[in-house]
Nanobody, 116 residues
Framework: QVQLVESGGGLVQPGGSLRLSCAAS????????MSWYRQAPGKERELVAD????????IYADSVKGRFTISRDNAKNQVYLQMNSLKPEDTAVYYC?????????WGQGTQVTVSS
């Protein structure tokens, strides 16, 4: 059974940092590209960052370039999102997503709130 469990969200002041983690199980993690998406209230879910199966290529949304870093540890079946210089507009539920071909699976999400 495919399972993706996010953690690390919370309340942080503007300019602060958070590190999100996503623990994967039930599939061959190293064979899947992994992504982080986010969805703010009243907005569509959007891609934040994506990393290929062995981490050779990463892409970022323009809004987070230079502030967020996606990484993965295939030995631990985990993907991470380091978020620095957080802004109020980064407030959203952040989701982990696993993809390979036509297969895709979502985690349950973790709330990130950036507020003073």
């Amino acid at each position: 059974q495919v399972q993706l469990v996010e953690s690390g969200g919370g309340l942080v002041q503007p300019g602060g940092s958070l590190r999100l983690s996503c623990a994967a199980s039930g599939f061959t993690f190293s064979s899947y590209a992994m992504s982080w998406y986010r969805q703010a209230p009243g907005k569509e879910r959007e891609l934040v960052a994506d990393i290929t199966s062995f981490g050779g290529s990463r892409i970022y949304a323009d809004s987070v370039k230079g502030r967020f870093t996606i990484s993965r540890d295939n030995a631990k079946n985990q993907v991470y999102l380091q978020m620095n210089s957080l802004k109020p507009e980064d407030t959203a539920v952040y989701y982990c997503y696993a993809a390979r071909g036509s297969f895709g699976s979502w985690g349950q999400g973790t709330q990130v709130t950036v507020s003073s």
